[in-house]
């Protein structure tokens, strides 16, 4: 079975400070890792994810993750943050059957000016 | 571009309709999935698809039903519509049966629906 803990449904940092949304998993075979990001009343959109092929793992918009495995860990960075990162982040697992998705609950990130 | 699309942004329905919620994908995806979204739960997966007439359950399908006559098409039905079924509902796709897990899935829009 596999499973994904977001710690902080809320994030609020100021403009320009470092993002830091966490994100825990919990699988019984080697996991593929994901954050998408949702902006108000549309879909979801990926951001970045991790195949084994390196723990660091660069996405758009400035943002990174890095894998743990030793942690269980897949934590999304951005060194600064802006006023248009104000969205939904959701970490999710997949490594079972079918390519399903298992998401966490989701971080609501607000960017103060 | 991946393109998924679905049928409705919004809808309104009333208890007991039976209620049809459209998704196509643009991109030849054997995978198709459907969502639902609450507030604090995240995404929980109702049903997917992984070929034509094709269907599996996922971890909520009570209530639902879908079905998968094309491959760019996949439709997620309320028998009976009922006031716990107020969601948010999210269609995605992804390409290569049975999953090599690592392929991303591509999120249409979303249709919120409202069961009064």
């Known amino acids: 079975a596999q499973s994904v803990t977001q710690l902080g449904s809320h994030v609020s940092v100021s403009e320009g400070a470092l993002v830091l949304l966490r994100c825990n998993y919990s699988?019984?075979?080697?996991?593929?890792l994901f954050w998408y990001v949702q902006y108000p009343n549309q879909g979801l959109q990926l951001l970045l994810k991790?195949?084994?092929?390196?723990?660091l793992v660069k996405g758009i918009n400035g943002f990174e993750a890095e894998f743990k495995k030793s942690e269980t860990s897949f934590h999304l960075t951005k060194p600064s943050a802006h006023m248009s990162d104000a969205a939904e982040y959701f970490c999710?697992?997949?490594?079972?059957?079918?390519?399903?998705?298992?998401f966490g609950a989701g971080t609501i990130l607000r960017v103060k000016s | 571009d991946v393109k998924v699309t679905q049928s409705s942004r919004y809808l309104v329905k009333r208890t007991g309709e039976k209620v049809f919620l459209e998704c196509v994908q643009d991109?030849?995806?054997?995978?198709m999935f459907w969502y639902r979204q609450d507030p604090g739960l995240g995404l929980r997966l109702i049903y997917f698809?992984?070929?034509?007439?094709?269907?599996e359950k996922g971890d909520i399908p009570e209530g639902y039903s879908v079905s998968r006559e094309k491959k760019e098409r996949f439709s997620l039905i309320l028998e009976s519509a009922s006031t716990n079924q107020t969601s948010m509902y999210l269609c995605?796709?992804?390409?290569?049966?049975?999953?090599?897990?690592?392929?991303?899935?591509?999120f249409g829009p979303g249709t919120r629906l409202l069961v009064l």
């Open positions: 995605a796709s992804s390409s290569h049966r049975w999953g090599a897990n690592e392929e991303t899935q591509y």
């Open positions: 698809s992984y070929d034509v007439k094709m269907k």
């Open positions: 991109m030849d995806h054997e995978n």
């Open positions: 991790y195949t084994s092929a390196a723990t």
């Open positions: 999710a697992v997949s490594g079972g059957y079918g390519n399903k998705l298992v």
């Open positions: 699988s019984s075979v080697p996991p593929y």
